[in-house]
């Protein structure tokens, strides 16, 4: 298909003008017309264009692109990043806040779907923008079994699995946020969640997830996101005459 046609569905399909982002979402670089192969990775780091780039893929599709906020010098490392895509002729879609809200194809969409939780209500407020769900558990867990059950699902290493905060409740209804949620955590309690699952832990979130007897459970921030790009690989598959391919290069964070 035709890279103009895939970037125009991709900004309609994952509504990427309705969101406010110091990501620039959307069409990075721009390589060759036509796509037949898409790489999926998290992150667009030079190990991901490399691969992208060996795998003979026509775009590399992330979470987390290359231009965040003001515009940067291309010079160092964000300077060899562009220069390998640019000759290598091959494009670069990012995708950060959309593809975490996003209710089908999005990480935290997607988390709920693989943990087998049901979908209860949109949470974690970003700017007046809802990035996260409220999950509901068929049975009350502890937090040890929860703990348990997130990370063998997930397939998470031992020591990438982070828990603050006990409570002796069975938890059943959880507040979920894709990367960098703790800062979530006054918001799960005012909706009455029992648990608060993210990806990394906001230092200023620990004592009151303590205090407030409110678990706080970091489930690594890379392996909280790889979901969304698998997902919406798969759907553009699906819908396109393409193939995809995942990445994983973990950062253990």
């Known amino acids: 298909m035709q890279l103009t046609e895939l970037v125009r569905y991709l900004d309609s399909y994952l509504q990427t003008a309705k969101f406010r982002d110091a990501s620039l979402n959307g069409l990075q670089v721009e390589g060759r017309d036509e796509v037949k192969t898409i790489a999926l990775a998290v992150d667009a780091s030079l190990q991901a264009i490399e691969a992208a780039i060996a795998g003979n893929a026509d775009l590399l599709l992330t979470h987390h692109g290359l231009f965040w906020g003001n515009a940067q010098p291309l010079v160092g490392w964000l300077g060899r ?19 975490d809200a996003h209710g089908e194809v999005g990480n935290n969409a997607q988390l709920l ?53 006990q409570t002796s409740r069975g938890i ?25 699952l993210t990806g990394e832990v906001n230092y200023a979130a620990v004592f009151p997830s303590i205090e407030a007897d409110m678990p706080l459970i970091c489930a690594g921030h890379y392996h909280t996101e790889t979901l969304g790009v698998k997902a919406l690989g798969a759907h553009l598959e699906q819908t396109f005459r393409v193939k995809t391919f995942f990445v994983d290069v973990p950062t253990g964070v």
């Open 81 to 99: 990043r562009i220069k390998r895509l640019m000759a290598a002729d091959c494009s670069l879609y990012t995708s950060h806040l959309p593809l």
């Open 113 to 165: 779907k693989l943990l087998g939780w049901e979908m209860v209500q949109p949470f974690g407020d970003y700017r007046g923008q809802m990035l996260g769900f409220i999950g509901q558990l068929t049975t009350p867990l502890s937090i040890e079994g929860l703990v348990a059950h997130v990370k063998s699902t997930l397939a998470i290493p031992e020591n990438e699995i982070k828990v603050w905060g």
């Open 172 to 196: 059943k209804r959880v507040g979920v946020v894709s990367g960098d949620g703790a800062s979530e955590l006054e918001q799960a309690l005012r909706d009455g969640c029992d648990a608060l």
